[in-house]
Every structure is written in structure tokens, then in C-alpha cells.
T-cell receptor
Framework: AQSVAQPEDQVNVAEGNPLTVKCTYS??????LFWYVQYPNRGLQFLLK??????LVKGSYGFEAEFNKSQTSFHLKKPSALVSDSALYFC???????????FGKGTSLLVTP | GAGVSQSPSNKVTEKGKDVELRCDPI?????LYWYRQSLGQGLEFLIY????????KSGLPSDRFSAERTGGSVSTLTIQRTQQEDSAVYLC???????????????FGPGTRLTVT
């Protein structure tokens, strides 16, 4: 079965500092990996995806993610955090038996001024 | 352009009643998905529609749940005889055809918050 794990329930970072939100995956076959962000009382917004090719994927709002096959990880990063980045972040993998996404439990990011 | 829209945004219903939740996907998107987001279970896949193909219902938690997609566009998720454990946010998403060989991201609506009292 395809699955992702987000080991941190919450990540705290000061504004201006780099941020990392962790995600590891478990798949059979090629992984198709996604990051989404959810602001309070809003739906999920797509940030970026890894399908194939370069291990460093750039996405919306200055976010990027690094695909690491040996460590089965797909961590989300941003060089300089903003207070407005505070939200709930979900890592997801596309299942191989269909086209739906399996989501991690989410990581709450809090960026303090 | 317009994104995925869902209605109602909030729904409060009594246990045992039936409810219908509506989703309008992005124009031109052939794939439509329903997910459920709850505190205890996180984000769960419910059902997937692609064009005129038979839907993938593998995520529906019980036979009280059903969904239709009319004309390849609007979808309705119906929950019969609602139970308190059905309380959750129901999210709809759409994408370009995932059967084309390309991997497309899904775009989500704002969700319907269902509360069963």
C-alpha cells in the first residue's frame, strides 16, 4: 500500500529563518508525491509535486521540496519563513491502485514574528 | 478562473436524517474526487469519478454513503440515516484526466462542514 508519514505534529520557526516540514513515504513502484497547504476554514491548496526528474522541486509561495530516494523522504522547505506561512501542511502520495491521494496526518506550522 | 465550489458550506442535521452535499468542479476537469476530513481519521478518500467510467467507490465507509455525477460535471454526495460519526468536513477535488498518462494535481473546494446532532 502507498502511504506517507509526517513525523511532526507541529513545527515552530521564527520569521526569517529557514523551515523544514518532514515527510517520508512508503510505496511500491514509482512515487508520485504532493504537498498541500490548508489555511483555517479553507480547502487544500496545491504547493508542488514530484513526478520524475530533478530531485529539487520548486512550487508556489517560495516553497520547494527535495525528493530523496535513498531516504524515502520528500521534505518541504523554504529558505525564509513568513508569519503568513502559518498553516496546516499535508504530504500526499498517489495510490497505485487508482488515482486518489493518500494523505499524511498533517503538520501544523507556526511562524512567530 | 473559477475554482471548485461546494455547497452548502455548513450543514447541521439531526441523527437519522439524509443529507446531500454538492460539488461543482473546475470547468473542463474530467476527474472528480470526494474526501472526508475529520479529527480522528485525518483526510480520507471516499470516491472518484473519471469521465463516463464506473466510479471508484473503494473509500466509501458504508452503504449509507453514495455519490452521483451528472453529465460529467456536478456531483452530489448523499449520506443516508446520518450518524454522529459522520460529522466531518467533506472536501471535493477535481483534476484533468489522470488516465492520460500525465500526473495532474487535484484542486480542492472549500469543503462542507457537516455536523450531526
Amino acid at each position: 500500500a502507498q502511504s506517507v508519514a509526517q513525523p511532526e505534529d507541529q513545527v515552530n520557526v521564527a520569521e526569517g529563518n529557514p523551515l523544514t516540514v518532514k515527510c517520508t513515504y512508503s510505496v511500491s513502484g514509482n512515487p508520485y508525491l504532493f504537498w498541500y497547504v490548508q489555511y483555517p476554514n479553507r480547502g487544500l491548496q496545491f504547493l508542488l509535486k514530484y513526478i520524475t526528474g530533478d530531485n529539487l522541486v520548486k512550487g508556489s509561495y517560495g516553497f520547494e521540496a527535495e525528493f530523496n530516494k535513498s531516504q524515502t523522504s520528500f521534505h518541504l522547505k523554504k529558505p525564509s519563513a513568513l508569519v503568513s506561512d502559518s498553516a496546516l501542511y499535508f504530504c500526499a502520495v498517489r495510490v497505485d491502485s487508482g488515482y486518489a491521494l493518500n494523505f499524511g496526518k498533517g503538520t501544523s506550522l507556526l511562524v512567530t514574528p | 478562473g473559477a475554482g471548485v465550489s461546494q455547497s452548502p458550506s455548513n450543514k447541521v442535521t439531526e441523527k437519522g436524517k439524509d443529507v446531500e452535499l454538492r460539488c461543482d468542479p473546475i470547468s473542463g476537469h474530467t476527474a472528480l474526487y470526494w474526501y472526508r476530513q475529520s479529527l480522528g481519521q485525518g483526510l480520507e478518500f471516499l470516491i472518484y469519478f473519471q469521465g463516463n467510467s464506473a466510479p471508484d467507490k473503494s473509500g466509501l465507509p458504508s452503504d449509507r454513503f453514495s455519490a452521483e455525477r451528472t453529465g460529467g460535471s456536478v456531483s452530489t454526495l448523499t449520506i443516508q440515516r446520518t450518524q454522529q460519526e459522520d460529522s466531518a468536513v467533506y472536501l471535493c477535488a477535481s483534476s484533468s484526466s489522470p488516465t492520460s498518462g500525465r500526473i495532474y494535481e487535484q484542486y480542492f473546494g472549500p469543503g462542507t462542514r457537516l455536523t450531526v446532532t
